[in-house]
């Protein structure tokens, strides 16, 4: 993630009565508070990531320390080019720096390049192992198919994908004729329709 950095600007006066506060649970205490946050985030030194949200908290005390989204959040992927090859929006994010890992909650829609839309209510991000998976019940609305099902697994930008105890819609044409497996072939379907592999 990108570096923050903080500037204050102080004032000296004098006061007869000094107030200190006291603060006995540092752990849940934010280092961090921001509000109305619009920040660009490098890896490697390359701009790869967009962020907006209401609101950011890092809570470095925590175990593990993690930067909570409370309000929301909205971000959108880079690829080498400065093209957005996909965006995601959730209700709640959290992004455990330590492990690179985001934790997307509440209502997750992720759009890929292709105009597949991807909703679900828990999504995870692993960028140490360019993967994003979620163990919760997905929908996937895409060009030529619709899925929905759960223990979903793709890649970063969302473009090659498994997910298990899937079913779906294949839209047809009207000038197609609607195939009539054998008993054999509709054996082997249902033995394999647990996965669905969308690499080529």
């Given at each position: 993630?990108?570096?923050?950095?903080?500037?204050?600007?102080?004032?000296?006066?004098?006061?007869?009565?000094?107030?200190?506060?006291?603060?006995?649970?540092?752990?849940?205490?934010?280092?961090?508070?921001?509000i109305g946050v619009?920040?660009?985030?490098?890896?490697?030194?390359?701009?790869?990531?967009?962020?907006?949200?209401?609101?950011?908290?890092?809570?470095?005390?925590?175990?593990?320390?993690?930067?909570?989204?409370?309000?929301?959040?909205?971000?959108?992927?880079?690829?080498?080019?400065?093209?957005?090859?996909?965006?995601?929006?959730?209700?709640?994010?959290?992004?455990?720096?330590?492990?690179?890992?985001?934790?997307?909650?509440?209502?997750?829609?992720?759009?890929?390049?292709?105009?597949?839309?991807?909703?679900?209510?828990?999504?995870?991000?692993?960028?140490?192992?360019?993967?994003?998976?979620?163990?919760?019940?997905?929908?996937?609305?895409?060009?030529?198919?619709?899925?929905?099902?759960?223990?979903?697994?793709?890649?970063?930008?969302?473009?090659d994908y498994i997910?298990?105890?899937?079913?779906?819609?294949?839209?047809?044409?009207?000038?197609?004729?609607?195939?009539?497996?054998?008993?054999?072939?509709?054996?082997?379907?249902?033995?394999?329709?647990?996965?669905?592999?969308?690499?080529?």
């Amino acid at each position: 993630m990108g570096c923050i950095h903080l500037m204050g600007l102080f004032s000296c006066h004098e006061e007869e009565n000094e107030t200190t506060v006291v603060i006995n649970n540092r752990e849940d205490q934010p280092i961090l508070k921001s509000i109305g946050v619009s920040t660009l985030i490098s890896d490697s030194g390359v701009i790869r990531y967009k962020i907006i949200s209401e609101d950011w908290f890092i809570y470095d005390r925590k175990d593990p320390p993690y930067y909570s989204f409370e309000k929301g959040l909205f971000l959108e992927k880079f690829d080498e080019n400065y093209h957005v090859d996909a965006f995601i929006n959730c209700d709640t994010a959290y992004y455990y720096n330590i492990k690179r890992l985001w934790e997307l909650r509440g209502r997750v829609c992720v759009k890929n390049l292709k105009g597949e839309t991807f909703k679900t209510s828990l999504l995870y991000w692993d960028m140490n192992q360019h993967e994003i998976y979620s163990p919760a019940y997905m929908v996937i609305d895409g060009i030529e198919q619709d899925l929905d099902g759960y223990n979903f697994k793709s890649n970063e930008s969302m473009t090659d994908y498994i997910i298990h105890s899937s079913s779906g819609a294949f839209p047809m044409g009207e000038d197609r004729e609607v195939p009539h497996p054998n008993d054999q072939e509709l054996i082997m379907f249902q033995s394999d329709s647990s996965q669905v592999n969308t690499a080529p």
